[in-house]
Structures are given as structure tokens and as C-alpha cells.
């Protein structure tokens, strides 16, 4: 009986500890990290770069950007500037941030062009544009960056645009040397064809010349030239006789309807004496 007990009581603890054992070895799962709900924003074009022609004084172009992942709020991207040329308010105006509305993906940066920030058609800026990250949105590791060329687009040309006063006229002679500011004037233009005509310049020498009349061709509309149409017997107020011709090196004048100005290019002969070997250069500009 007593080898009897024994054996329970042995069983008893052997359970016991078996029980324990298993207890020691449980597994206690590791708590996970908490999920990452961080967005990113990048410029939603994988072309980063392009070219804004500014044609009037309220254009601008929509930049299009896009986040990793919607939101039941709204969100800030915000945005930094930079060019060494390009000046805010001056050449173009934008905001610092753009807010992409909750449960969206995309939404778009505006820039706008100054038309008048530029002094003429040549004049191209560059803007480099750089999403940079904040407490909600943070920069994405490519396409964060957008090059943005801003240019002055010149508008059609017509001819009516350059009736007018022309104050800031200068010009280079051989004979007179650099004159200048006079005012000269344009009160007469007419179309020969639709990329031809002809203009009428008065004043031209500020002494008394008659007006001399030029032909203008913009059959090229990025390099419209002028031509002065040969005139003999053109006298100034001392009564000095002057003629006039196109330079035969093919040195032609240019306008410009965009930014108002003219280089008219001419050869000149005195009093009936031998023809000027240097251009006589006048430069009309309101």
C-alpha cells in the first residue's frame, strides 16, 4: 500500500512539473512596429522640365503633383523657389504651399508669368522649383525638383502696333557720331501682303529730313526685318542734301510689335559725293 501511495504522490509531482515546463517555454508574441503612414510627394510628370511662354499679362501654367497615399484630412506640400534671375513678383508669382484635399492623390502648383517682368522677347529666365518636406508630407526621394523656363511670348504681329511716338531714339553716323534721345514717329503703316508692308518714319536725323518710308517683312516671325526704300534729294535745315539706300552688304534693319522696337540700317551719300562705307543706324524704342 505504502509502495502505492508512493507512486501517486509521484505522479502528482512529475504532472506538476511537466505543467510548469510548458508553461516556461509559451511563446509571448513581440509587439509590431506601428505601420509607417508617412506621404510623399513628388511632381507627377516624369519629364521635369519645360518651357512657359508668357503670352499676355494673366497666364500661368499648372504644375501637376501627386502624394503616396490618400488621407481622411487635408494636407500641405509645401514648395521652395530658386533661380538667378527669375525674381517673385517681378518675372512670376506663386505660392509656397498647395493643399491636396483629403481622400485625393493629386492636385496642381500654379505659377504665373509677369508679361510686363520681361523687357523684351530675348530675355529668358530659369526657375528651379523644390518640394521640400513637413510635419504632414514629406519630399519624395526622386522627382522633387521641376525646371521651369520662363519666355516672353510675342503676341501676332500687326502692323498698327507700331503707329506711334517713338521718345528714345538714338542713332550712330559716321559723320555725326552718337545722337540721341530724339523723338521720331510712326503715323503711317500699310500691309502689302499678310507678312509684308510698309511704315512711314518721321523725324528721322532730327534736322528737318522728310519722312522715309521702309518695308517691313515678318515672313520670318522670329526675325521680322526692315528695309529703307531708296530716296534721293532728302534735305536737312541747313539745306544739305542727303540720299538714302538699303546697305549692299545686306545689312538688314529689324522690329519688334512685342517689345516696341526698331533698328533701322541704312547707307547715306552727302551732297552728291561718293556713298558712306559705314551704316547710318537709328533705333527707335517708346
Known sequence: MKNCNRFFYLSIVIFLLISASCKKSEVIPTPLPPADNTSYARFSSNDTISIFYISSADD????????????DSSR??????????????QQYSADSTIIIPSGKLTDSLTIKGIYAG??????IDTLKITIVSNDK????????????ILKK?????????????YLNTNEVSSWNGAYGPYSTYINTVQNTT??????VVENIYDYGWSPITFNVDWTNSQHPTATVVAQNGITDGAGTVYDVRPFPSGNLGSFSTCDNVLSLIMQVRIGGGTWDTVPYVVTLAR
Open 137 to 148: 508630407i514629406k519630399a519624395n526621394s526622386t522627382h522633387t525638383n521641376y525646371i521651369l
Open 153 to 165: 511670348l510675342c503676341p501676332a504681329i500687326n502692323l498698327n502696333d507700331l503707329v506711334g511716338t
Open 60 to 71: 500661368s501654367i499648372k504644375i501637376p503633383v501627386s502624394v503616396s497615399s490618400t488621407s
Open 76 to 89: 500641405t506640400v509645401s514648395f521652395n523657389y530658386s533661380s538667378n534671375t527669375a525674381v517673385l513678383d
Open 194 to 199: 499678310t507678312t509684308t508692308g510698309t511704315i
Open 118 to 123: 520681361f523687357a523684351s522677347s530675348s530675355q
